[in-house]
C-alpha cells in the first residue's frame, strides 16, 4: 500500500479491497462515513425496516438498496466485493467468511446500510474524548441489555449497546458530541451503572474485547449496530450477507453530512 | 365545550371527536405532538416506509401500526374514529370525507403517524417568530418544486414545501429553531428565492391559502407532509386512509420529545 489508510478515496480503498485486501477498515478514508451491512431477501426488508424506524438509536439506516441492486446511492461501489470480508448466515447461523460473496447474491437481496460508530469515536476523539479500546488496542466491549427493542413482526430482541469510558469531567463532552450524530447511534442510553442496564460484568462482554477503564472513569454506554443484526439473524432469515465484524463498508458520504447543529 | 382545546389531555379530545365533534385541530392539547396520518395496505407498506426513510425531511416518520391495528404506541385511541375528520381514497382517488371510518378500515390496513409542522410553528412562535398564515387566519400555502424526491419502487414525486413569511433579522432564529426538529421536517430547504425552487407566483400556492407577505420579509421554505400523501395517491392503492386536512391526529407523545441537542 501507498501512503495512510486515511489518505485513501473511497474509490480507491474500495478498489483495493476488490483486489483482495481483506482489512480492518477503522482510520480509512479519512471523513467518509463507513457502515453496517445487513442484506436479506425482500421479504424480510419490511420488517428490518420497521425494526430499524422503531429502534432508530441501535439501528440508524443511512441507505436501503433497489432489491437485488450492488450499489445505493450513498454507496458508489459493488456491494458483492467491495468490503474487505464478510459474513454469510443460512436461516440465520453463520456459514462462511468471505471476501467476495458474488456467488452468494440473489437478484431479491436488498442491501441496508447502517450507520456505524466510527463515525461518532472520530468526532469525540477531535473534541478531546479519549478511546480507550482504541489506544488498547482491542475492540469495542459489547453488551446484552435487559432492555428489549420494540419488535417489528418477528424481528425482536434485546438492546446491545458497545461502552466506552469516558473521565467525569468529559461525560458532558461526550454525551455533547454524540448528541449530534442521532445517525450514528447518538446520545448514550445510559452512563455509569451497568446493572442499571442488567450488565453483571463488565470484563465479560458478549461482543468484541474487555478494555480496562481507567481509575476514575466512568462506563458510559451507546446503542450498537450489533443489535439489529442479532435480532435478525433470530429471526432465521433464509440468506443474510454482513460485514465481517471491523470490516466496514466505505461509503461516499462525509461524516460532517450527519451532524444536526 | 368547557375550557379552551389546549387544556385538553389527548385523551378527552379524542373521546370528543369519536362522539362527533369536528374541528380543525390546530390549538388543541398544548405541547402534544400532532401528526398526518396515512392507512395503506400492507402490500404497500414497505414502499412508504422506503420512501419516508429516503425523504426524511418531507416525510419523518413518528409510529408505524401493526397491519389492522387500531391504535399504536403513541396513539392510545382508536385510529378510525378519534381524529375529527378522515379522506378516504379508492385507487388514488379522492372518494369521501367522513368522520368515522369504521366500514372502510381493513385488516391489512397499516397506518403511518408523520410528524406535522404544528410541533415547530409552537417552537417557532415561542422564540419569538410571528407565524404570518395563522394572523391572518388562513391555512399555510404549500407549493409543489421542481426537486424530485428519491423515489422508492412505485412512489415518486416532487418535494413539497410550505412557505412562511420571515423577517431578515428572524430568519436565524427560524432556522436555528426548527433545525432542532428533524422528526417535523427539520431546517428549512430554502430562503429567499422561490424560482430557485421552481415556483412562479407566491400569490398561487398548489395547496392551502396564499399569505401576504409583509414588508421587508423573506419567503422561507420548508419540506411538507403533503409530499409523502402525493406520492402515494399518485401510485393508485386502492385504499387510502388519511386525515382530513388541518384535522390532525393528537398523539399521547410530547413536542419536547421530538427536539435534538
Chains 1, 2 share one sequence.
Not at 450513498?74 to 448466515?89: I, K
Not at 462462511?96 to 468526532?123: K, P, Q, Y
Not at 428489549?148 to 425482536?156: T, V
Amino acid at each position: 500500500m501507498d501512503g495512510s489508510p486515511g489518505a485513501y478515496s473511497p474509490h480507491e480503498a474500495r478498489a483495493l479491497f476488490r483486489d483482495g485486501l481483506r482489512t480492518p477498515t477503522a482510520g480509512w478514508c479519512t471523513g467518509r462515513t463507513q457502515a453496517n451491512l445487513i442484506a436479506v431477501p425482500r421479504d424480510y426488508a419490511y420488517e428490518v425496516l420497521l425494526f430499524a424506524q422503531r429502534n432508530p438509536k441501535p439501528c440508524p439506516v443511512l441507505d436501503v438498496s433497489e432489491p437485488g441492486a450492488t450499489s445505493t446511492t450513498v454507496f458508489d461501489g459493488d456491494l458483492r466485493t467491495d468490503l474487505p470480508a464478510y459474513r454469510v448466515y443460512v436461516d440465520g447461523k453463520y456459514a462462511d467468511e468471505v471476501d467476495d460473496v458474488r456467488e452468494h447474491w440473489r437478484d431479491d437481496l436488498v442491501a441496508f446500510l447502517i450507520g456505524c460508530s466510527f463515525t461518532f469515536e472520530d468526532a469525540l476523539a477531535a473534541a478531546g474524548v479519549p478511546i480507550r479500546h482504541v489506544e488498547q488496542g482491542r475492540n469495542v466491549p459489547m453488551y446484552r441489555t435487559d432492555r428489549a427493542c420494540r419488535s417489528a413482526g418477528d424481528l425482536a430482541g434485546p438492546l446491545v449497546v458497545s461502552m466506552r469510558p469516558v473521565a467525569p469531567d468529559l461525560v458532558a463532552t461526550a454525551v455533547r458530541v454524540t448528541s449530534r450524530y442521532p445517525a450514528v447511534h447518538g446520545a448514550p442510553v445510559h452512563v455509569g451503572d451497568p446493572s442499571a442496564l442488567g450488565i453483571d460484568d463488565l470484563d465479560r462482554p458478549d461482543f468484541g474485547d474487555p478494555v480496562e477503564i481507567p481509575d476514575g472513569e466512568l462506563p458510559v454506554f451507546w446503542a450498537c449496530g450489533v443489535t439489529p443484526q442479532a435480532a435478525v439473524m433470530a429471526s432465521r432469515p433464509p440468506l443474510a450477507i454482513c460485514h465481517a465484524p471491523g470490516h466496514m463498508a466505505i461509503t461516499d458520504g462525509h461524516d460532517t453530512e450527519l451532524v444536526v447543529p
